[in-house]
């Protein structure tokens, strides 16, 4: 397997792998790798369908892209991916997927034309003081400090950032700065987290520095992810005689590890109440999804707070049975053992009548019934104590929704803190106190809030004990890797699996690792799209420098005055060349 850019292999289809007939998959997990990993297979590996098997412990596909209507609750969705129009492997995929919308065309197509039609931007990122706008006016207010740390963690080599959290590589200065309220609120990440994956994330969405204010660097399906993603690959799958076993909890794959070579031997799997096996041979190719964030998701409702399962359920159990085989399958524990660190709540809201869409009109400032972009990403409460944040994309959400209902999605990072109106933790919190709190900061009268949180809204809230377990602090050999060395029929997959470069929480990461799997077990010869490199590119990096700063010149900046006599020197000097263009067209001088 190799990387690729540029248009020459992104059109190529590669010849069909050697004695492919003779070989079967077997994926662990429906989620949107082993879904991928099935359709590369199909596609570019021109493996039939029939000889490919999906096993899924619950009774549907989709994973953590997960969007449903439960007749006894109403609409659910436990969270939603944001994308980006630089998710490579993501948009290789989809070309290939038709569309259910839209005849003819492929889901790639009609994602591309709504996004067109309607881009996404957000009028109103924070808030404050019930409602009122936050007035962070799309600035970063990153002192000299907080900059020069930035700038420190993306020249920081990756090794150097082992097991590190963020609090280790920035002080109070950056904490307390726009740029990470924004950063925070839209990728989840709280103090303890990775410094690692934080490194990446400013690595890899460099070029959108300037779209974090608005949230238009985003882009955003027409419906729920499940049925905009999810169902389209169902159907092609389905279309293409991939075999979907459900119920199916896969406990173990036996490894026969020798002289260097790791072989899968046998699956061992729980269905029905009946223990199963299947022996497997150096043909029969396994691909493991190891590792859920929304595993052991439970719910409440309306006047019930979800209750905390703490079991590690099927993926988790996998994975640990894998890892005691070798060391090189990595070290689960590292994500899955500090819940009280990787929970927290969201809940599915859906308005009943006519009374809250105002409050939510007023601080979108769209019209929430039209069918086009509402919220425009998160809205983040910036004075809350759960750090709240709420959205509403595209009504209706579900395909099955009333045209008289909104559907939106409410999450608080600070899972364990007392509210501001509703005095207890929002992990304790059920659906009618959840909307109470989510009321009181969209700025209802405090007289009001009670009885329209209990009559004019249905609320669902989740619990998700591992939803950040992907940004648990690591270093190299916690996660393995897509395909470990030696592997000759077992890969890796998903966001807990270790590709170059990319990062977790992504529809792409779960894609990319798909594709690197295919490709690596069957020798695929074609490219596999690298990582967008705006990291390496010099306007890219220059674009963003200016954007951190606020609009301010580098000569506006805070140094010594002989240091600024230089620097001013070499801008004249620069005159006439393209180092002065650039420095121009970015916005620095």
């Excluded at 709504?114 to 962070?136: E, I, Y």
């Excluded at 595209?394 to 803190?417: C, E, M």
């Amino acid at each position: 397997m190799y990387y690729s850019n540029g248009n020459y292999e992104a059109f190529a289809r590669p010849v069909k792998p050697e004695n492919v007939d003779k070989k079967s998959a077997y994926l662990v997990g429906s989620g949107l790798a082993s879904m991928a990993a099935a359709v590369f297979l199909i596609r570019d590996a021109q493996m039939k369908g029939s000889n490919i098997h999906i096993f899924e412990e619950l009774k549907l596909p989709g994973g953590s892209l997960d969007g449903i209507f439960q007749p006894k609750d109403g609409f659910i969705i436990r969270g939603g991916r944001e994308m980006e129009n630089h998710f490579e492997c993501l948009w290789d995929l989809y070309r290939s997927v038709p569309s259910l919308e839209i005849k003819d065309a492929s889901v790639l197509d009609e994602f591309y034309w709504l996004n067109k039609r309607d881009p996404n931007f957000s009028h109103m990122r924070a808030t404050m003081n019930q409602g009122q706008s936050a007035h962070t006016d799309g600035k970063f207010t990153l002192t000299d400090k907080a900059t020069e740390e930035i700038i420190k963690l993306f020249l920081t080599s990756e090794n150097e950032l082992a097991d590190k959290r963020i609090t280790d590589v920035f002080s109070d200065d950056f904490f307390q700065s726009n740029f990470w309220l924004y950063w925070r609120s839209m990728f989840a990440f709280e103090d303890w987290h990775s410094a690692m994956e934080m490194r990446r994330y400013i690595l890899r969405f460099i070029h959108h520095i300037g779209g974090l204010p608005d949230l238009s660097a985003l882009k955003f399906t027409k419906y729920n992810q499940y049925e905009s993603l999810v169902l389209p690959l169902i159907s092609f799958l389905k279309d293409n005689g991939v075999q979907f076993e459900y119920e199916a909890e896969v406990k173990n794959v036996l490894i026969d590890i020798k002289d260097g070579r790791k072989v899968a031997r046998k699956l061992i799997y729980e269905q029905g109440g009946k223990s199963k096996e299947i022996e497997l041979t150096e043909n029969d190719l396994v691909f493991i999804t190891n590792g859920s964030i929304t595993e052991s998701s439970t719910y409440g409702d309306q006047h019930t707070a979800a209750v905390m399962n703490s079991s590690p359920g099927g993926s988790w159990n996998l994975w640990m049975n894998l890892a005691a085989q070798d060391k090189a399958f990595g070290h689960p524990q590292k994500f899955c053992g500090h819940i009280d660190q990787t929970n927290f709540v969201s809940a599915t809201v859906t308005t009943l009548d006519k009374r809250i869409p105002p409050y939510i009109e007023k601080i979108c400032q769209r019209d929430p019934f039209a069918g086009k972009v509402v919220t425009g990403g998160i809205v983040t409460v910036k004075d809350s104590n759960w750090l709240l944040s709420w959205t509403f994309n595209r009504q209706p959400h579900f395909k099955a929704q009333p045209d008289t209902q909104l559907v939106g999605w409410i999450y608080g990072l600070f899972s364990d803190k007392p509210g501001n109106y509703v005095k207890k933790t929002m992990k304790d919190c059920s659906g009618v106190e959840i909307t109470q709190e989510w009321l009181y900061h969209m700025g209802v009268p405090i007289n009001e809030i009670n009885e329209m949180a209990e009559n004019s809204a249905n609320t669902i809230p989740c619990m998700m004990p591992y939803v950040m377990s992907y940004f648990m602090p690591r270093k190299a050999g916690d996660r393995p890797h897509v395909v470990p060395q030696g592997s000759i029929n077992l890969a890796f997959i998903g966001n807990f699996a270790e590709t170059e470069r990319d990062t977790v929480f992504t529809t792409e990461y779960s894609v990319r690792t798909a594709m690197e799997a295919v490709y690596r077990l069957l020798n695929i010869d074609r490219g596999v799209p690298e990582v967008f490199a705006s990291a390496y590119d010099i306007r890219a990096l220059l674009s963003a420098s200016a954007k951190m700063m606020d609009g301010k010149k580098l000569l506006d900046m805070k140094i010594p005055f002989f240091l600024k006599y230089i620097e001013k020197k070499a801008i004249d000097k620069s005159k006439g060349t393209i180092i002065y263009d650039m420095l121009k067209d970015s916005g620095l001088i």
